[in-house]
């Protein structure tokens, strides 16, 4: 299959050749002529797999279509829903240079909270074609009457598992409320939990469903390995495998903001380029640090969770998780930020005792064992894993030579009172 083969004009294969896209993804194959069809998608795939231009593509084949030339004022008629503001920019840019060529000029807002509302008003003067945007900021903008949603033909829902989590049920239940009742609806997704699949049933009519194997069958490209190590070496193992591996970039994932910042600076001490990437730094030096990022000027990013949604860097040759995630579903949304589209990539967990058990669970999901790894001179002082629960707790714990933690010193307690 080929992006010619699914119906594209040529000013659109012109652009998809630009972004260097030589053949469609899975998604894209399904999804192109389903939505140029003017039918309502389903789509579940994971992190990576391209569905931004899935939808992308043949909604704006239809724009140029439907567009009525010469018309002072443009209507929105594609609106897309995104989780965060990062993603509301990735998506826009993503549409606004496969538009390029295309022959009528489309005009495309992108919209997001944590700015000042007034020069997206500004800009929404006029109207416009498409508008990205994140619900509550979009909520705002409609009661200001900055934008009517009247004639809006699609509605594209762009990581609703995200939107969810974040908790936008509310705020886009309120949106539904102001869009014609007749009207294409595309649902994304990566994940697929009960409360995903309510709101897509609630919104899908007759969906064309497109499931991308499943959410991890398309991870094999990207090696994963688990290093065994205590909480108090991990910096130390990190600057190791930064200088060791040489990537030339790589995410790293903590749990908080705070661990993001401690963390960014012991690597900068240890002359590794370095940002903390979290919610504490305003959108602007978000948008600044991904550039220098991309750019090479930063090798390393300290990211939380939230923080780090939607970041695509093409070509991210590793991820690490500092921490691990909260949930297996976390797991693959990070590790899925290396090896996208095809690329190779590599994803490290530094498991500590303590949490063996939780990446056990992880492991489960996927249905993946990761064997562990000790590395010399990071060999963790507590061992677990393969062990039974007596060998842990014998008094004598620990590797022989090394002081006792005052962890194994409470173990031991524990184990004499039992
Ligand atoms: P998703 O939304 O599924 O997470 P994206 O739409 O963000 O994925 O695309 C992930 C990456 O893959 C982006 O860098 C994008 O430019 C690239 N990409 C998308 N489609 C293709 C394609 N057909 N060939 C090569 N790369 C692609
Ligand atoms: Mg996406």
Request: glycine share 6%.
């Given at each position: 299959?080929?992006?010619?083969?699914?119906?594209?004009?040529?000013?659109?294969?012109?652009?998809?050749?630009?972004?260097?896209?030589?053949?469609?993804?899975?998604?894209?194959?399904?999804?192109?002529?389903?939505?140029?069809?003017?039918?309502?998608?389903?789509?579940?795939?994971?992190?990576?797999?391209?569905?931004?231009?899935?939808?992308?593509?043949?909604?704006?084949?239809?724009?140029?279509?439907?567009?009525?030339?010469?018309?002072?004022?443009?209507?929105?008629?594609?609106?897309?829903?995104?989780?965060?503001?990062?993603?509301?920019?990735?998506?826009?840019?993503?549409?606004?240079?496969?538009?390029?060529?295309?022959?009528?000029?489309?005009?495309?807002?992108?919209?997001?909270?944590?700015?000042?509302?007034?020069?997206?008003?500004?800009?929404?003067?006029?109207?416009?074609?498409?508008?990205?945007?994140?619900?509550?900021?979009?909520?705002?903008?409609?009661?200001?009457?900055?934008?009517?949603?009247?004639?809006?033909?699609?509605?594209?829902?762009?990581?609703?598992?995200?939107?969810?989590?974040?908790?936008?049920?509310?705020?886009?239940?309120?949106?539904?409320?102001?869009?014609?009742?007749?009207?294409?609806?595309?649902?994304?997704?990566?994940?697929?939990?009960?409360?995903?699949?309510?709101?897509?049933?609630?919104?899908?009519?007759?969906?064309?469903?497109?499931?991308?194997?499943?959410?991890?069958?398309?991870?094999?490209?990207?090696?994963?390995?688990?290093?065994?190590?205590?909480?108090?070496?991990?910096?130390?193992?990190?600057?190791?495998?930064?200088?060791?591996?040489?990537?030339?970039?790589?995410?790293?994932?903590?749990?908080?903001?705070?661990?993001?910042?401690?963390?960014?600076?012991?690597?900068?001490?240890?002359?590794?380029?370095?940002?903390?990437?979290?919610?504490?730094?305003?959108?602007?030096?978000?948008?600044?640090?991904?550039?220098?990022?991309?750019?090479?000027?930063?090798?390393?990013?300290?990211?939380?969770?939230?923080?780090?949604?939607?970041?695509?860097?093409?070509?991210?040759?590793?991820?690490?998780?500092?921490?691990?995630?909260r949930s297996a579903d976390d797991y693959i949304h990070r590790i899925g930020r290396t090896g996208?589209?095809?690329?190779?990539?590599?994803?490290?967990?530094?498991?500590?005792?303590?949490?063996?058990?939780?990446?056990?669970?992880?492991?489960?999901?996927q249905d993946k064992r990761v064997p562990r790894?000790?590395?010399?001179?990071?060999?963790?002082?507590?061992?677990?894993?393969?062990?039974?629960?007596?060998?842990?707790?014998?008094?004598?714990?620990?590797?022989?030579?090394?002081?006792?933690?005052?962890?194994?010193?409470?173990?031991?307690?524990?184990?004499?009172?039992?």
């Open positions: 299959m080929t992006f010619a083969n699914l119906g594209l004009s040529p000013e659109l294969l012109l652009a998809v050749a630009a972004r260097q896209y030589t053949l469609p993804t899975a998604v894209q194959t399904e999804a192109i002529p389903a939505v140029l069809a003017g039918q309502d998608v389903m789509a579940l795939a994971q992190t990576g797999s391209g569905k931004t231009a899935a939808f992308a593509l043949p909604l704006l084949q239809r724009l140029q279509q439907d567009m009525e030339e010469g018309s002072k004022q443009r209507k929105v008629k594609v609106l897309v829903l995104v989780p965060t503001r990062e993603l509301s920019g990735q998506v826009g840019q993503t549409i606004e240079t496969l538009a390029e060529h295309l022959p009528k000029k489309l005009k495309v807002a992108v919209i997001y909270g944590g700015a000042s509302i007034n020069p997206q008003m500004m800009h929404l003067r006029g109207g416009a074609d498409v508008v990205i945007s994140t619900p509550g900021r979009l909520l705002d903008l409609l009661d200001n009457n900055a934008l009517s949603l009247q004639h809006v033909s699609t509605l594209v829902l762009d990581e609703a598992d995200r939107l969810l989590d974040l908790g936008f049920a509310d705020e886009i239940k309120r949106i539904l409320e102001q869009l014609p009742a007749q009207r294409q609806n595309l649902f994304f997704s990566a994940t697929f939990s009960p409360a995903v699949k309510k709101l897509a049933l609630a919104l899908l009519h007759e969906p064309k469903r497109i499931a991308i194997a499943d959410l991890t069958e398309n991870l094999p490209d990207i090696a994963q390995r688990a290093i065994a190590v205590d909480a108090d070496k991990r910096t130390r193992l990190l600057v190791h495998l930064i200088k060791e591996q040489q990537w030339e970039r790589v995410l790293v994932f903590v749990a908080t903001k705070y661990a993001s910042d401690t963390v960014s600076n012991k690597l900068k001490k240890a002359g590794i380029k370095t940002e903390a990437f979290n919610g504490d730094a305003s959108q602007g030096a978000r948008q600044h640090m991904l550039a220098d990022f991309k750019a090479n000027r930063i090798q390393v990013l300290v990211a939380t969770d939230l923080a780090a949604r939607g970041i695509d860097v093409a070509g991210l040759p590793a991820v690490v998780n500092y921490d691990l995630p996208r589209a095809g690329a190779s990539g590599c994803a490290i967990s530094f498991i500590l005792a303590e949490h063996e058990m939780h990446f056990r669970l992880i492991e489960k999901r790894e000790t590395l010399a001179g990071f060999e963790p002082s507590q061992t677990s894993g393969d062990m039974t629960p007596e060998e842990t707790d014998a008094p004598t714990g620990g590797i022989k030579g090394k002081r006792k933690s005052k962890k194994d010193k409470l173990r031991e307690l524990a184990a004499q009172n039992k």
